[in-house]
């Protein structure tokens, strides 16, 4: 195809396939990023129009220093009590994630994913939103119904797809649904969730309600197009919603820089819809809720939908089928520049004189014991192995009512 | 009664069902003040105002994946695809999302979602205004397909759909909106206020999903056939001389088997009609579920007259659309066979 | 349902609906628009840093003043020929369209489209790109196949689907294909060609080519899902390609609020990808052919996409199916602030002393003339309702080679 | 010849190509530097350099549409859709512009474009990761639809795929790219090594695209099958003590009708096998060809066995997928009939 070799000449097109500046192998490399001081960002009224807010794409709002103070305007004023909660239900989502990811290992169940270093983002939210404010998640935010006190083990019955499980072994492991606490049936299909939340909002916007939703999604999963049509949709209906994007620099083995960023970030996605973007260290317990109650308030004035950028890094890899030492190196974790979450928090505390590191230690005692509790019980009624659900069970909820064909359908399986 | 266009029976069937239930809202691309291209939504926005029916941003997946969500919340959203032909990027979103909300989260969570889609050619609409596109809903369990061929039957399965817990795929002949449309465009065009079934009451009625209409009786031959089909299947019953029975599926998921079997089953012939495109039409279903159902009873090859497997060309269109005469001469097939 | 019914609290929610500002009966209201003077945008080198150039997307890159001056640095200095040359295919697209839509209204095709009002913003880039750069227009950029050179006839042949039709009636009317004039097979389906330039522009990189993409959508197209991945694509591989916004305030009945004009504009939607936005009064030809040329240079140069908005207004139907009488006053037309693009070209070449009324008369009689000659010619080959094309060749071109269902199916059709 | 698994020998197809034709490339989510979810394209970053073997955004619209357009612009893409269940994001631009830029150009621009995607059931990946989609793809003229059952059909039609000048859908059963496996997940896993079709050519071999097999030759009654129900089929085929010719598709469109119709000529009786849902599945089609060509050869009905019409349930998996005993059923079945 003499089209395709094409002429060759000085001035000729090339084409640039980014790659991450370090592979396994390489030493870790987050030289050259700098982030704004903890407490240096204003924090601005909820009613500021949209325009005046662009710049926080591209900053990043910090509460916590590294020796855990808590800086500036956006200091959300929690009490200790309630940042003793919250450091609990990040200690409780590792314990549970560290856990189920061995007993994927073990063969009880067919999969499983962590949120390793990304358990403020849903903690916080799962805190700083009301209870009955609906959430539309990804896969990893299992700190959401940690932090809404959803049953530990009704989320371990689902993993192994047992008697109890109350999605009756239909889904894959994590992909958790519960009406009673807020959280939206997960989907397998990356980004459908996006619309949906914002439909949710519109509804409940229509119908006078005051609860308002909120919705994850990967930076990975920001190139689908439910991600824009969603921007679209909350922009032009001022739908009171928050899109929130986890930014952990990875999408299974591709850097952030195969869905776009290296061009710019996340949060500046929202400009070009006239959304508010804000970036916000997702590593920093303190600064996800502050901007997670910003963005509820400013939704539940009627003033719109936030787009809000979580900047962290995944700890784990994907999930149990994913190895990712074979792309990146395998410090790269330890390296995070913003540290974690939990010790974030820890050191809070305790510079507070609210916790100690013995106490730190009782917590993550209990947390782990409390999973492992849990999990004998979870057990005790059965792992995905032994096939708990009856074949007719199947057939149900296609359709409310079983038709014809699937009737016929569920008696020849029988047979 | 009222003698209504199948536009006007669609557009009562909103009005009926906004008027009793509040969490009915509509939208879509032009739905708003200006009615509809099709004029289907016309006068609602003025009537129920803006926040009720209004218009979309040209974003076929936004629009199913926002009224997902607002079914899920607890209304009853009715949207409109511009053009069957633009369902495609919504398609992941029917599919994906509608489709198994119910199954995958045990029933928890329903989306009691109508998407209302114009659909078939005979428009001189080209390629993208003319497609046919039900057996990629019928494929999918979870959706339930729908397609009326009456201005009475249209109203009555629209409120059905609507008042469905389920997602219900309501494709929309457009052929006929105005008038039945008997595939002889060399004849002068009739009106529905000509056709009985365009009698059409103002009030709250409804036609089951699920349930085919016999819209012929006769002893030779069956026609299965939906949409502006029917009426092509009529003007060849009367005009082949065959006595054939003309069934008119009106939903196509689920199916009425007991219909089609009963009628197969005393006339020991079949011919199906479909606009689609013919390879894994939603004829091949039929055909399958006849000779599964009928084997015993079949006194010949069942036959299927369909579109082309060819994208809808323009100024072909009537050497592609399905007409009488192309009927009868599979009609004389299977009666001589 | 209670739920839906929900609680109406004071501080309930409510849905934003945008509505324009006036409706059939109402006086247009273009108020409280306020552009930046002719001449007064700086022009950034075509190496400048896209964050550098955020700020275009909220201005208007304007060089003909009211009175035919051009000004300031984004004039293109063209020749008084060339600009003759423009002017002449402006008017033959409005003498085409017009006779066209009255074609159409005649009965002799089913289907017409004008772009009435948008001329300069295809012939510009039809002068201003290359002639072997690839255009993936949408529907209403019939100005680049005249600016181009294609045979008039030949549009005709295909509007009327006749004997000569290049695409043996398959099409629905304007839907235009030429690989000669560079000009990609118009798709009913809006935005769809959006990606598909990318990846040409792409596959034009990877071959060490010089040729470009461009890529034409309206306001209202770009709420597709194509469109963000368009731009993703663009960004992450720093495509060679231009993608033009047509922003003509209208989708059919539905103004460009409902696309999400009413937040920010459609050029801002670049910096979310960190692609240049630049933002141009699309009814001044000199205007466009520079930020053409400007956008065509970067990315000869490796620099990556550019997103342009071209700010108009369409100034007819939106097409022969459309009355757009029943939505928006009748006169809003004329009342647009920017006028009208002919007008403003011919009013600079007339200021240059290149021009004058008389000879503005005579090349708008001798493009109808043209028009109208082809047109006969046209005629006599056929139009739509003769039926020219044999019932075989509906099965020509669905594959290369004609699979034996086709070849069944071609059989029976004829017996 | 060396002995391989399917994913070695489709990375063995790609690795051939990208050698000897320099407009061919490759990408998809994680196919770069990673090598793909299931190392299709593991090395070919490495070898051939990341502008022909790359990642790509999570936007199969934006992969399939930008693969379009460099087939038109004159390349040869091949993308990776990492799970067919993920396909839906991309239908509009398959449906609407790969099948229907040559037809709507008069053949002046064209898509020489092969779609890869990993389908089917049997590894416990729940309703997102097992979907069979083949006959949402079936329906779409235009479209060619490819599906291998072992290692060396899949390099040979997945060169073929690649040097069509058609855009083709490449369908790969992922529950056999490292092994064979027949449905009885009782037995031991059973290596690709195993089984004479894992001889597979270092170099350049073909298969036409749109020519089955016969894997088994039979006299008692026909099995229609492709991809992983091919090992199925042939299962239940030995278990039965059923004489049954066994076809293997390869080609769904345009699809090997003379084969097709010459075997259940002989046989009389066919049962049609496939894992996707039943409704409107590419079954219905098979169907209604046998039916229509073989009307008068056919002693029993026939019979299709398939995935039921509900979403992929997670941990009912195996009373999902379509195994040996309820083919043996089916089978009998159409023999006592
Ligand atoms: C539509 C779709 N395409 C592809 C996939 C396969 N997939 C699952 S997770 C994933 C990566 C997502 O990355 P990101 O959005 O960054 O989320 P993270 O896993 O980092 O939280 C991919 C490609 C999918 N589930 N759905
Ligand atoms: C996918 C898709 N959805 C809907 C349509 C129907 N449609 C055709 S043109 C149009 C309006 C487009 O408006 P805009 O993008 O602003 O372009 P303009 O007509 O103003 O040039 C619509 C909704 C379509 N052709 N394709
Ligand atoms: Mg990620
Ligand atoms: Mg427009």
């Not at chain 1, 549970?96 to 990304?118: C, I, N, P, V, W």
């Not at chain 1, 439910?226 to 922009?235: P, V």
């Not at chain 1, 890899?317 to 990712?324: E, I, K, L």
């Not at chain 1, 059965?382 to 699937?406: N, Q």
Request: with cysteine; aromatic share 10%; hydrophobic share 40%.
């Amino acid at each position: 195809m003499d089209q395709a070799s094409g002429p060759r000449r000085s001035n000729a097109l090339s084409l640039h396939v980014p790659a991450p500046r370090a592979r396994p192998g390489d030493k870790p490399d987050f030289s050259g990023w700098s982030f704004p001081e903890p407490g240096a960002t204003p924090k601005p009224d909820i009613d500021a129009p949209a325009f005046e807010l662009r710049d926080y794409a591209y900053g990043l709002i910090r509460v916590l220093d590294m020796e855990g103070n808590a800086l500036g305007p956006w200091a959300p004023h929690l009490s200790p009590d309630f940042m003793r909660r919250a450091l609990n239900h990040m200690l409780l989502t590792r314990a549970f994630d560290e856990r189920m990811h061995r007993a994927q290992r073990q063969g009880k169940t067919s999969f499983y994913m962590q949120s390793l270093g990304e358990e403020a983002i849903s903690v916080a939210a799962g805190m700083a939103l009301s209870p009955d404010d609906m959430c539309f998640p990804s896969y990893r935010q299992q700190g959401l119904l940690i932090a809404r006190d959803y049953p530990l083990i009704d989320m371990m019955h689902q993993i192994y797809s047992n008697a109890r499980d109350p999605l009756k072994g239909r889904q894959l492991p994590i992909m958790y649904s519960s009406k009673q606490a807020g959280f939206f049936t997960i989907s397998g299909n990356l980004a459908t969730q996006l619309p949906q939340a914002v439909g949710w909002a519109m509804a409940s916007a229509y119908s006078g309600d005051v609860r308002i939703a909120a919705a994850w999604v990967g930076d990975g999963a920001t190139a689908e197009g439910d991600f824009h049509s969603a921007l679209t949709f909350a922009a032009v209906y001022r739908a009171p919603v928050i899109i929130n994007v986890t930014n952990n620099q990875w999408a299974i083995s591709s850097f952030q820089g195969i869905a776009g960023g290296e061009n710019t970030t996340f949060a500046a996605r929202g400009i070009g819809y006239g959304v508010p973007p804000l970036r916000v260290d997702g590593n920093d317990f303190l600064a996800v809720y502050a901007v997670t109650q910003w963005a509820a308030e400013r939704a539940r004035a009627n003033l719109g939908p936030t787009l809000i950028e979580h900047f962290s890094y995944r700890g784990g890899p994907h999930s149990t089928s994913d190895d990712p030492a074979r792309y990146r190196p395998a410090d790269e974790y330890s390296c995070w520049p913003l540290g974690d979450p939990i010790a974030r928090l820890k050191q809070h505390l305790i510079s507070l004189g609210e916790w100690s590191e013995e106490q730190h230690r009782a917590a993550q005692e209990e947390a782990a014991e409390t999973v492992r509790a849990t999990g004998r019980e979870a057990e005790k009624v059965g792992t995905l192995a032994e096939g708990a659900h009856a074949r007719a069970s199947m057939f149900d909820d296609v359709y409310k009512d079983v038709p014809w064909h699937l009737r016929q359908q569920r008696d020849e399986s029988g047979s | 009664m009222a003698s209504m266009s199948m536009i006007q029976a669609l557009n009562s069937a909103l009005d009926t069902v906004m008027g009793r239930d509040p969490n009915v809202l509509t939208f879509g691309e032009d739905v708003g003040y200006f009615g509809g291209v099709f004029k289907v939504t016309e006068h609602l926005q003025q009537k129920y105002g803006a926040k009720r029916c209004f218009d979309a941003p040209i974003s076929e997946g936004g629009i199913a994946g926002t009224a997902i969500g607002m079914a899920v919340y607890g209304l009853r959203p009715v949207v409109e695809i511009q053009f069957a032909d633009y369902m495609y990027p919504a398609y992941d979103q029917l599919v994906s999302e509608a489709a198994k909300i119910r199954y995958r989260s045990a029933g928890e969570f329903t989306v009691p979602l109508t998407v209302r889609m114009p659909y078939g050619g005979g428009i001189f609409g080209g390629q993208t205004h003319s497609q046919s596109p039900e057996a990629l809903f019928t494929h999918v369990a979870g959706l339930k397909t729908v397609i009326p061929s009456t201005p009475y039957d249209a109203k009555g399965l629209l409120i059905s759909a609507i008042e469905d817990d389920d997602p219900v795929i309501f494709l929309e002949p457009k052929r006929i909106y105005n008038g039945p449309f008997d595939g002889r465009r060399d004849r002068p065009v009739v009106p529905w206020s000509k056709h009985d079934a365009s009698e059409v009451p103002e009030g709250h009625y409804t036609i089951p999903i699920g349930k085919a209409a016999v819209v012929r009786e006769g002893a030779d031959c069956t026609i299965l056939a939906y949409g502006t089909m029917v009426h092509v299947a009529m003007a060849a019953a009367e005009e082949s001389g065959i006595d054939a029975e003309v069934i008119d599926l009106r939903t196509l998921v689920p199916v009425d088997i007991e219909t089609i079997v009963k009628s197969v089953s005393k006339t020991g012939r079949c011919v199906i009609v479909h606009e689609a495109t013919r390879t894994s039409g939603y004829g091949g279903e039929l055909s399958a579920l006849v000779q599964e159902h009928c084997f015993y009873q079949l006194e010949a090859p069942i036959e299927r007259v369909t579109g082309y497997d060819t994208p809808y060309p323009h100024a072909l269109e009537w050497e592609y659309f399905p007409t009488p005469p192309r009927l009868i001469k599979a009609m004389r097939r299977v009666m001589e066979a």
